[in-house]
């Protein structure tokens, strides 16, 4: 059995955690609970209407208010109001844990990878449906033949350091936002791993991959990421970079 429990060694430096948030008023308080002490929540606010701001604000989170609808959108202005070395980013529907990102963290203060991403592993049948599974599948595949990358899962939960993210220059600001990192941090020699992370049914309803139009309106966005052309070498951050 897989032990997702957190590394008892200390994290190096603190690190800024990204939460994109769009009304989800009723799980922040259990996500902002299992934020590290000593780091600082961003909770970006895509436009909600349930309060969300406001309850993320009593929680102690930092607020960042982003009026462009879009996953990549609310995730980039969390980027620019990060200022921490390292800057994880979370999923704010509960359905993953921030208590795990010290050991992400850990990893790459000890030079094991540049960029981490968190393989979901359900630990029910509903908390993964079929549909995202599949849409989830595809782009792992395509991934691979557009960058040689054998990973299993392109989920929202990573960790790398600010400058090296910010260096990439992401421009989507749909869905495609987080394989558009995964695919430019590849070009750019980085090196790109993932580990074992519980994922749980998630509070309240999905706006991306609780239906199928949403799963396909996800793929599409990721689909175009993969055409983009590959990056020279003068335009990435080499890995000896980051070291």
């Known amino acids: ?68 609808r879009g996953f990549g959108s609310a995730c980039h202005a969390g980027l620019l109001a990060a200022e921490a070395e390292y800057v994880c980013f979370c999923d704010c529907d509960g359905s ?10 850990r990893r790459l203060a000890a030079g094991e990878s540049d960029l981490l991403l968190g393989r979901r592993r359900p630990t029910t049948r ?42 990439l220059d992401l421009t989507d600001r749909r869905s495609g936002y987080p394989l558009q990192m995964v695919v430019r941090a590849s070009d750019a020699g980085l090196r790109v791993t993932e580990t074992d992370v519980p994922y749980v049914p998630r509070t309240g309803k999905s706006k991306v991959t609780g239906t199928w139009r949403g799963t396909w309106h996800a793929v599409r966005d990721m689909r175009a990421v993969l055409r983009e052309p590959t990056a020279r070498a003068s335009q990435g951050l080499s890995a000896e970079a980051t070291r």
């Open 126 to 167: 509903g908390a993964w449906p079929l549909h995202a599974r599949a849409g989830n599948y595809a782009l792992s595949r395509m991934l691979h033949r557009r960058t040689g990358l054998r990973l299993h899962d392109l989920g929202p939960m990573r960790a790398v350091r600010r400058e090296v993210l910010l260096s």
């Open 1 to 68: 059995m897989t032990d997702y429990a957190p590394a008892a060694s200390a994290v190096p430096v603190r690190a800024d955690i990204v939460l994109p948030c769009l009304d989800e008023a009723e799980a922040l308080p259990q996500v902002l609970a299992r934020v590290p002490d000593g780091w600082r929540a961003i909770v970006v606010d895509n436009g909600s209407t349930d309060g969300s701001a406001a309850v993320a604000r009593s929680l102690g989170a930092t607020v960042v208010h982003e009026a462009r």
């Open 96 to 105: 993953l844990d921030a208590a795990l990102l010290p050991e992400f963290v």
